[in-house]
């Protein structure tokens, strides 16, 4: 997809650290999310062919929205990405390590998309003050949804008839996931706000959605809820008193 | 144990939780009775007659860390109309006070006088909540209950951090409870009531976060 040429809208007028931080993480949280299938399809070669498929999506993701961040003069902020990507590294590489790709599922699959579907689909409606956002953004989501739903339909295969065990997995990756990539979120719920969206809304979409997902896995509906919002509660209190997320 | 069970059986920090569970059941009675009488159940009347017994004045709170959040919160809590007292009262203040109930029945701070309490408020608040689900299903046909509930918990769940910080340090330690997770029993129990009633589930969970979140 190519990315038309414009000048960037307000260009002068606002201050750039937001948009900075929040195109850095969408950008390099891109190119972890295409190692992260590279590394599922290392250890699942029945499934190699779509994961790399999958895997090479991200990469184009992350390449859409560099050129769109040029295309907008922003320069998009690896430091704060890498610092905040510093944590999931380390746990995706644990998990690797241990050839665990159903906790690659659930951190990526589920975590790491939810936390991505509940921010681009409220940036559509704000995208057009970033000249040629919108259409990659759109593109994105709508990938990012068909790997959810990839993903989900492998857990649920992986664990029919053994939802005990996907509550053991999930209670054994949530507790780092969500204390890593929820921790993210509220970090970055100030600069959401700051470019128009609502962050307490993308936060709750996160939520949301990712309680949706492990119910669709198998996991009862009370259960889920309640394992998600017990691990967001400390993050939300964090947040509300301005103590260090993570 | 009997209606006149003598007040020193209660430790200190068991009687500021009791007089501040006197105070907001009074509170929500009080409401039931003006708005929704339905809801002003003999177990709720019994209970709150106990509390008054039990901790008849506001001795144990006057002067402390958390007066003045129980103040907050009691005046965020006085609704105008019934849809709004069956929102704030029977469905979420409901669930705080049953969170807080059941936790206290395996608390170690909590002795046998505060058990006993506990399961009397926890079996008044269970009655409450069915009844107010009742009452709130009969209106989802002509009422737009999701902006209802927003509307009517906003200022109330506003509350619940000051509340929780200064009741996590006046009361934590003793009861071994923490606020969040009184507060994540809540959430995910009014998550589940307010689904059954029709509201949509995302908008609902983005409401109280951005409350929680103070946003």
Partial sequence: MSVPEMHPASLDLEDRLPIRRLMGLAVFGEMLAARIYGLMAQLKPEHAPILRKFAS??????????????????????????????YLIAQVNDHFAAGDCEALAVVQGFIVESMAIAIYEPYLQVADRYPGTRDVFARALEEERYHVDWMTRYLRLRFFDAEDEFIRLCQRVNVQGIDCIGGTMMKIADYLDSIGLSGADCAGSMMDGYSELLERVGIPSKEATRNVVGLFMPLIRKYRHGETIK | MTATSPLETLAPPERLLWTVLRRLETLGLEQYEQFVPALATPAKRSLVERLRNEVPTDEALTGQELEEPVRDLCAAALSDSALATLCVQGLTLERLGQAIYSRLLTSPGAGPLSRHLAELGGAAAGQTIALALSELQQRSSTENLLAGYCDATEPVLACFDALGEAGDRALGPHFGLRFIDVLTDVATELIGNCVQLGMNRRKLVCHLTAAFMGA
């Avoid at chain 1, 992350?62 to 003069?73: G, S, V, Y």
């Avoid at chain 1, 704060?80 to 510093?86: K, P």
């Fill in chain 1, 57 to 86: 999506m991200e990469g184009q993701h992350a390449t859409w929205f560099r050129e769109a961040c040029r295309c907008n003069a922003i320069e998009p902020d690896k430091e704060f990405a890498d610092h905040e990507l510093d």
